[in-house]
């Protein structure tokens, strides 16, 4: 299934009407299901879908140093991804605070129960010309959103380019595609940044915790209880980073001036 479609519309502009072909993102369902039973249902684009899952996984909580990801195996006609754990059985015991996101779908966020222990600073440190360089050529990275407009972008840097960028119709997707990548790829994550084009809300910066992730910057603000958790998490907070300009809500100490 392609990501977008090409649809004949009306388009009216400055008194004018006229009938044009415009560029729609496509929508699908994703299941995930551990053990044949299923463990909660994404609205995403239909790419990337192991990224996706993997990302889903350690950003929830699920899989982490003790219990890792085993495989995955995509039932395309049914839109289920079944998942294997180095220990299913573990999932019986696993209690989950269930959330709805909010402002964008992306289906139910789960996130396991458990006491978080806050990140330390860290070697983590980056530049203030760096923010705005990396946040102007991720602006410019977002092939589809500048196609289509209906997307949001994330991203995962190491404080001095952009590794890998992604895009999904829920900012939390984008950002789980992401953190999935950089896992499956066997890459590190306590010294990486998450950059974002969403609002900053609760359920963001708790991904970042659970990812072991201590910097998430978006071009977009974020949300009071955002910041609360970041600031008790160890997590450097950045906002409204827009071509020169930038806020630091919390753990200013990683931003190198």
């Known amino acids: 299934m392609e990501i977008s479609s090409k649809l004949s519309i009306i388009r009216y502009r400055n008194g004018i009407r006229s009938e044009t072909i415009d560029d729609v993102v496509n929508e699908t369902e994703l299941k995930l299901a551990i053990n044949h039973k299923e463990l909660s249902s994404l609205v995403c684009l239909p790419d990337h879908l192991e990224e996706l899952t993997a990302g889903f996984l350690i950003t ?17 006609e049914k839109k289920i991804m079944h998942i294997e754990l180095t220990d299913n059985s573990v999932m019986k015991d696993l209690i989950f605070s269930k959330m709805k996101p909010v402002g964008c779908g992306a289906g139910t966020l789960l996130f396991v129960k458990d006491k978080m222990k806050p990140l330390t600073a860290g070697e983590l440190r980056i530049r203030k010309e760096k923010i705005s360089e990396m946040m102007n050529q991720f602006n410019r990275s977002s092939e589809l959103f ?91 907070l950045i906002g409204f980073a827009r071509s020169t300009n930038f806020n630091i809500y919390t753990h200013q100490e990683r931003v190198i001036f």
Request: proline share 1%.
């Open 60 to 76: 929830s909580g699920i899989a982490n140093e003790k219990n890792g990801l085993k495989g995955l195996n995509y039932d395309q």
């Open 146 to 236: 500048l196609l289509t407009g209906g997307v949001h972008s994330a991203a995962i840097s190491d404080g001095n380019s952009i590794l890998v960028i992604s895009e999904d119709i829920g900012r939390h997707n984008a950002i789980d595609k992401v953190i999935g990548n950089i896992y499956l790829a066997k890459g590190t994550l306590d010294d990486k940044i998450i950059l974002t084009s969403g609002r900053i809300s609760s359920e963001i910066v708790l991904k970042a915790v659970y990812a072991g992730i201590g910097m998430i910057i978006s071009r977009s603000a974020p949300t009071s209880r955002a910041i609360e958790i970041a600031e008790d998490n160890g997590i450097t």
